[in-house]
Every structure is written in C-alpha cells, then in structure tokens.
C-alpha cells in the first residue's frame, strides 16, 4: 500500500489532464467557493476590527467555507478525471441538485436579513437541510464505490472534510440568521 502522501500527490496531479471543458467548471465552481469564503471572511473581519458584536458563530462561516472550498478543490481534480464517467450517471445529478440547494440556502439566508426575515427563512432552512440530505446520498454513492475498490482513500478523505466544511459553514450561518444576525447592522452602519 502507498502513503498517503503519494495517494495525493498522484490524485492532485491528475489536474495536468485537464481539457479546456474540465478547467472551466473547475476554475467556475472552485472559484464561486473562494469568492464565499472571502466574502464573509471580509465581512465578518471588519466587523470584528469595527467593534461590531458579532457572534463565534459568524466567524464560522468563513472557516466552514474555507475548509469545504479546499476540500473541493481537491476533490473535484477526480471528478473532471478518473470519476468522470461514473459522475455522468445518477451522481452528477445528485451533485447538481447538492449544488442548486447549497447556493439557494446560501442566497435565501442572505435575503433572510431584515424585512425578509419572514418570508425568506422557512425557505432558507428547507433549502439547507436539503443540501445535507443530498450529501447524504452523494456519501452513500461514494462509499459504494469505494467498497467496490473503484474509488480511492483520497477522494474518501475530501469528503469528510466537505462535510465538515458544509456542516460547519451552513449550521453556523443558519444560526446566526435564526438568532436575528447579530452584529451585521453595526457592520453596515460602520462601514457606510
């Protein structure tokens, strides 16, 4: 068996087979990722240096997204590569419909603030709850492949750590959001 190390040196290195086709969605979709975890992490950063009272759980935001963009990242070397074929199938929808409820939670927690708190909430939570539940039943396509030994340890470990990216990132901003966002009216009124 090799180490670790060389499983991921040989997944990552992968990336140099990339078509045209292949390096737009990853440079789309990892950067979309980058794009959230710099937003927030901004955001949150001048509050905190503003002296707004943002809650821990608002610091979690970012560094969910942080750890699930880096997790990505590297996972989707694989899916643009050697799991290409088998994602054409029922997982590549899995992931999209994943994708469409993350972004939606994303966008309607967002909406969630102020006035749109009533309406945009409910919707907010449904949509997060199924992005977890699609990523549920991506983990259950995956560990069927890799119980089949047509996955790897690589791809396995990426996944558990864009679980606890997700998991992080969506459970902390629904929280935040629940709790009436705390700190982001003084961060806007100290920023304008």
């Known amino acids: 068996m090799t180490s670790f190390?060389?499983?991921?040196?040989?997944?990552?290195?992968?990336?140099?087979?990339?078509?045209?086709?292949?390096w737009i969605v990853y440079v789309v979709w990892v950067g979309l990722m980058v794009g959230l975890t710099l937003s927030t992490l901004a955001f949150v950063t001048l509050g905190r240096l503003r002296g707004a009272p943002l809650p821990t759980s608002a610091s979690l935001v970012p560094a969910g997204a942080a750890i699930f963009t880096v997790a990505i990242a590297v996972d989707t070397i694989g899916h643009r590569t050697v799991y290409k074929a088998v994602l054409a199938r029922a997982e590549g929808l899995v992931h999209g419909i994943t994708i469409f409820c993350g972004i939606a939670s994303c966008i309607l927690l967002c909406a969630s603030y102020g006035g749109g708190r009533g309406t945009f909430f409910i919707p907010a939570t449904v949509f997060t709850l199924l992005s977890f539940v699609y990523s549920l039943v991506d983990e259950a396509f995956h560990w069927h492949r890799y119980w089949s030994a047509s996955s790897d340890r690589v791809e396995m470990w990426s996944?558990?750590?864009?679980?606890i990216g997700h998991g992080t990132m969506m459970m902390a901003w629904w929280l935040w959001a629940y709790r009436g966002?705390?700190?982001?009216?003084?961060?806007i009124a100290r920023v304008s």
Do not use: C, P
């Not at 499983?7 to 992968?14: A, H, I, N």
């Not at 966002?181 to 961060?187: H, L, M, N, P, S």
């Open 159 to 163: 996944h558990v750590f864009i679980l």
């Open 181 to 187: 966002y705390a700190g982001v009216a003084e961060t």
């Open 5 to 22: 190390a060389s499983d991921l040196r040989t997944y990552v290195g992968r990336i140099r087979t990339f078509d045209r086709a292949d």
